[in-house]
């Protein structure tokens, strides 16, 4: 269910490594080669023993609405959204209302960077199922304990340091260009973050800059996560900050 970045890079992938992959969007975008494209979502999970939902956290919901009615009783919806630990709890109530499975699955990584390879963590009552499912497929699955919303925990404290290093680059090498010494300090931090230190540092900047408004969404699910957990939430407060006047600066004509 989706054929935007990461849904055209698992559809194809699995389809390449002998998956037999059906997808559905509803926009006028073509399929990768192996894949079959449904006409309605209906066609593209009726007969799915697994169905991936790679559509974005902000439509996730009536994705799942969608096709709740037409998947058979036992099959596993896997949901690869990045939300709330609250949010893939209540999508899980809901599956199991209808006979299914639901998989609790957190992307590690950018599709864009290792595909197929991209490293997955599953959590909920689909979560031994989905692992099977993809097992002869050789992807990069873990499941974790705990269950829906476990997995989503963990990608949401893997982005306070992530999104936050990036908050941190932006912050210094913003001053670094007031002050003359852009350069410097960009070697100054490559040269604190490893052998590949600089590339890292332009992935940081140029990945930011390009998806500033999703993961400004992100990270507010992470602010109320770790509200939720009563854990100081300072740094998340500036990244937060940051996202936002990235995305509005991109936006400007």
């Known amino acids: 269910m989706g054929l935007g970045e990461a849904g055209q890079v698992f559809s194809g992938g699995l389809a390449e490594r002998g998956a037999e992959v059906i997808a559905f969007d509803p926009r006028p975008v073509d399929a990768p080669a192996g894949v079959t494209k449904a006409e309605t979502a209906e066609a593209a999970v009726c007969n799915a023993g697994l169905v991936l939902s790679v559509v974005g956290a902000a439509v996730a919901d009536v994705v799942l609405d969608s096709v709740l009615e037409f998947m058979p009783a036992g099959s596993v919806f896997a949901d690869l959204n990045t939300s709330s630990p609250e949010q893939k709890l209540a999508m899980s109530s809901r599956t199991a209302t209808h006979g299914l499975l639901y998989a609790d699955v957190a992307v590690m990584a950018p599709v864009n960077r290792h595909g197929i390879d991209t490293p997955l963590l599953v959590s909920g009552d689909g979560a031994s199922g989905f692992v ?16 829906a919303g476990a997995a989503a925990g963990l990608k949401l404290l893997r982005s306070v340091f992530m999104k936050g290093l990036a908050g941190l680059v932006f912050e210094s090498t913003e001053a670094a260009q007031k002050a003359g010494a852009d350069d410097w300090i960009r070697a100054e931090i490559a040269s604190e973050l490893g052998d590949n230190g600089v590339e890292l540092v332009e992935r940081l900047i140029s990945g930011t800059r390009q998806h500033a408004e999703r993961r400004q969404h992100e990270m507010e699910d992470v602010d109320g996560y770790l509200q939720s957990l009563g854990s100081p939430n300072w740094m998340t407060q500036g990244t937060i900050a940051w996202l936002h006047h990235i995305a509005s600066s991109t936006s400007r004509p």
């Open 132 to 147: 099977s499912s993809l097992t002869p497929y050789n992807l990069s699955v873990r499941a974790v304990e705990g269950g």
